[in-house]
């Protein structure tokens, strides 16, 4: 019996001993990021916060405004400080713009941690790919991620849903994906429309420059580009499609930083 009563006191200590997180994610884009939702998943913590895209944090005007018992938020200026109770489980922990196509991992969340959403970029670059892969029509999808830093084209579901213009160059036909510069590590995932089985992984050491990659169903290598003469195989209109800086398709009542005829463009 006695031993029954001090494994049950180490236990209570435990369970009382354990402290809330406590991390700050500043926000330094705004129009973007008009609204912050948290979401976790892991194989012990499942869901823990709801399904996608979590708890909201922010709705615009509101903090909290799910009234969920497990977050506290207090938001000062661009800075929102987040605590997360004792008894929350968590993982993985996934910041996103409420569903709007933005996200960001937080990697390394404990007490003290802080997390900033960068400013709107300024510089752009494409990704060329020479598509080798013999999967067909639109089918090559290309995701890229880092840790800590927003996806470099969009989250999983916009990439999916993109349809890339194309510009032959040297005499290769090239498939653009337009990025916003990063000075940080990305990794590429070349998917047959999404599915598991054949990605084609590539690391790029920062997304500051254009790339030029062939890419076949089991291998990327990075290519030269000697000439540069360039065709470009949409009309460079004012119909062309127009694309946000992730990579996403808008329609022609967009105003902003816009990606059109493989240019930046500001609509306004």
């Given at each position: 019996m006695k031993h029954f009563y001090l494994i049950l006191l180490a236990f209570c200590f435990c369970v009382a001993g354990k402290a809330q997180t406590t991390f700050t994610v500043i926000n330094n884009n705004p129009t973007q990021w008009a609204a912050l939702a948290l979401y976790n998943w892991g194989d012990n913590s499942g869901e823990s916060l709801g399904a996608w895209p979590g708890v909201v944090l922010y709705d615009g005007t509101t903090v909290n405004p799910d009234n969920n018992a497990n977050v506290t938020v207090v938001k000062s200026g661009n800075t929102f400080t987040i605590t997360l109770s004792a008894a929350l489980q968590f993982e993985n922990l996934i910041i996103n713009n409420n569903n709007n196509g933005s996200q960001m991992d937080l990697t390394?969340?404990?007490?003290?941690?802080?997390?900033?959403?960068?400013?709107?970029?300024?510089?752009?670059?494409?990704?060329?790919?020479?598509?080798?892969?013999?999967?067909?029509?639109?089918?090559?999808?290309?995701?890229?991620?880092?840790?800590?830093?927003?996806?470099?084209?969009?989250?999983?579901?916009?990439?999916?849903?993109?349809?890339?213009?194309?510009?032959?160059?040297?005499?290769?036909?090239?498939?653009?994906?337009?990025?916003?510069?990063?000075?940080?590590?990305?990794?590429?995932?070349?998917?047959?429309?999404?599915?598991?089985?054949?990605?084609?992984?590539?690391?790029?050491?920062?997304?500051?420059?254009?790339y030029y990659l062939k890419v076949t169903a089991s291998e990327c290598t990075e290519v030269t580009v000697v000439t540069g003469i360039t065709t470009v195989s949409s009309d460079s209109n004012a119909d062309a499609p127009i694309y946000d800086i992730t990579g996403r398709r808008v329609n022609h009542n967009y105003r902003g930083i816009a990606i059109q005829n493989g240019k930046k463009v500001i609509i306004k």
């Amino acid at each position: 019996m006695k031993h029954f009563y001090l494994i049950l006191l180490a236990f209570c200590f435990c369970v009382a001993g354990k402290a809330q997180t406590t991390f700050t994610v500043i926000n330094n884009n705004p129009t973007q990021w008009a609204a912050l939702a948290l979401y976790n998943w892991g194989d012990n913590s499942g869901e823990s916060l709801g399904a996608w895209p979590g708890v909201v944090l922010y709705d615009g005007t509101t903090v909290n405004p799910d009234n969920n018992a497990n977050v506290t938020v207090v938001k000062s200026g661009n800075t929102f400080t987040i605590t997360l109770s004792a008894a929350l489980q968590f993982e993985n922990l996934i910041i996103n713009n409420n569903n709007n196509g933005s996200q960001m991992d937080l990697t390394g969340v404990e007490s003290g941690a802080s997390f900033t959403i960068p400013a709107p970029p300024t510089e752009f670059y494409t990704c060329y790919v020479d598509d080798q892969t013999g999967w067909g029509g639109n089918n090559l999808k290309l995701y890229a991620w880092s840790s800590g830093q927003p996806e470099l084209f969009g989250n999983w579901n916009s990439t999916l849903s993109f349809e890339p213009e194309t510009e032959v160059i040297d005499g290769v036909t090239y498939k653009k994906f337009p990025f916003a510069k990063n000075d940080n590590v990305y990794h590429l995932i070349f998917s047959n429309n999404g599915a598991d089985d054949g990605r084609v992984l590539y690391d790029i050491a920062a997304a500051n420059k254009d790339y030029y990659l062939k890419v076949t169903a089991s291998e990327c290598t990075e290519v030269t580009v000697v000439t540069g003469i360039t065709t470009v195989s949409s009309d460079s209109n004012a119909d062309a499609p127009i694309y946000d800086i992730t990579g996403r398709r808008v329609n022609h009542n967009y105003r902003g930083i816009a990606i059109q005829n493989g240019k930046k463009v500001i609509i306004k």
